[in-house]
Structure formats: structure tokens, C-alpha cells
């Protein structure tokens, strides 16, 4: 089975930090994504990355930035931290091959005071 | 602009019927589409997914329709079971570059025992 590991399941922070969501995943794929989920609004892309060192922007890139340095790792980094960034994170990965579904971590529920 | 449409919000079902969630694009271009499952506090769960060459695809329980003239798809679950509560999501990919889904905002579905 596919496993996508999120580092925190929930985190806390201050308006006007930097925000690191780790995300591994073990089954050699080529593809991450992130995601944040919010009521009413389904899931959102924020960026993806085909690649290493490879990134691009997804729906809502704004106020966020990526790094794909191994193959297995992606992080969303927040570059300073807004209120209207408390959301839940997904991280997902899934083959190079088309048509294949995106697997899953289990989230991370970021709360910004 | 939304291109993946889930217009039910919530759907309440007794255990042992037939639950009916339906989806609707706008995007001719996709050719590949899945369905989600997802439990509070946990990731999206895969669940099962159809190619735009086909227009049933079934698994146990769960059988996916593709109405590509009307741009509509829908899951059906036979029978339904309380455990089968979450909330459930399509998704929609044109099958290029890294995949990338469109996600619905979701149906949450709710079967009573």
C-alpha cells in the first residue's frame, strides 16, 4: 500500500512565522501535490511538483512556496504565516503514469493565531 | 471557476438502500475520473474510478456511471452500511503532465442504522 506521511497532525502558530508541512511518501512517485481543504470549498490546489527540484503553481499559490529536493519529499513552506491560513493540508503523491489515482496523507490541521 | 460540481451538500440514506451521489463537469477535456471517501480527521481515501473509454465501472459495493453526453457521474453504493458515512468527494483529471485533479466540494453522506 501507498504510504504518504504527513510529520504533524496538528500545529499551532503565530501570525508572522514561517511554517514548515513536511510530507514523505514511499512509493517512488514522480508526482506531490499539496492541498488545503476548507468548508464548503472542497480541496484546493496550492502547488504540485512533477519532479525534483521541479515545482509548479497550483489554483491558490499565493502566500506559499514549495521545495522538492529528493524524490520522496515535498514541503509547503508558509512564508509568513496570515490568519486566513488555518486550513487542513493534504499532501498527496501519485505515479508518472496517466491516469492513476493521487494518494493521500492523513493532513495536517494548521491553526495560525 | 468551479469545473467539478457536487450540487447535494449532504445526503441522508437508511442502511440497506441505495445510496445515489452525483457529479457534474464542465470540462470536455477530462478523461479520468475517481471518487473519494473521506472520514473527519483522516485523508481522502481512494476509492474507485472510471476512463472517459468506458461508462460503468464496478467494485463490490460501489459501482461509478459516466454520462459523458451530459457530463454527469454518479456513485451508486449497494447496499449502504453505517460505516460507509463520510464525506465523499469526485475528482476529474484531463489525464495530462502530473495528473492534476479537480476536485467537487463534496457530499456528506449519512447512513442510518
Known amino acids: 500500500d501507498v504510504k504518504v506521511t504527513q510529520s504533524s497532525r496538528y500545529l499551532v502558530k503565530r501570525t508572522g512565522e514561517k511554517v514548515f508541512l513536511e510530507c514523505v511518501q514511499d512509493?517512488?512517485?514522480?508526482?506531490m501535490f499539496w492541498y488545503r481543504q476548507d468548508p464548503g470549498l472542497g480541496l484546493r490546489l496550492i502547488y504540485f511538483?512533477?519532479?525534483?527540484?521541479?515545482?509548479e503553481k497550483g489554483d491558490i499559490p499565493e502566500g506559499y512556496s514549495v521545495s522538492r529536493e529528493k524524490k520522496e519529499r515535498f514541503s509547503l513552506i508558509l512564508e509568513s504565516a496570515s490568519t486566513n491560513q488555518t486550513s487542513m493540508y493534504l499532501c498527496a503523491s501519485s505515479s508518472g503514469t496517466k491516469n492513476q489515482p493521487q494518494h493521500f496523507g492523513d493532513g495536517t490541521r494548521l491553526s495560525i493565531l | 471557476d468551479q469545473q467539478v460540481k457536487q450540487n447535494s451538500p449532504s445526503l441522508s440514506v437508511q442502511e440497506g438502500r441505495i445510496s445515489i451521489l452525483n457529479c457534474d463537469y464542465t470540462n470536455s477535456m477530462f478523461d479520468y475520473f475517481l471518487w473519494y471517501k473521506k472520514y473527519p480527521a483522516e485523508g481522502p481515501t481512494f476509492l474507485i474510478s472510471?476512463?472517459?473509454?468506458?461508462d460503468k465501472n464496478e467494485d463490490g459495493r460501489f459501482t461509478v456511471f459516466l454520462n459523458k453526453s451530459a457530463k454527469h457521474l454518479s456513485l451508486h453504493i449497494v447496499p449502504s452500511q453505517p460505516g460507509d458515512s463520510a464525506v465523499y468527494f469526485c475528482a476529474a483529471s484531463a489525464g495530462a503532465g502530473a495528473n492534476n485533479l479537480f476536485f467537487g466540494t463534496g457530499t456528506r453522506l449519512t447512513v442510518i442504522p
Open positions: 472510471i476512463s472517459s473509454i468506458k
Open positions: 511538483s512533477y519532479d525534483v527540484k521541479m515545482k
Open positions: 512509493m517512488d512517485h514522480e508526482n
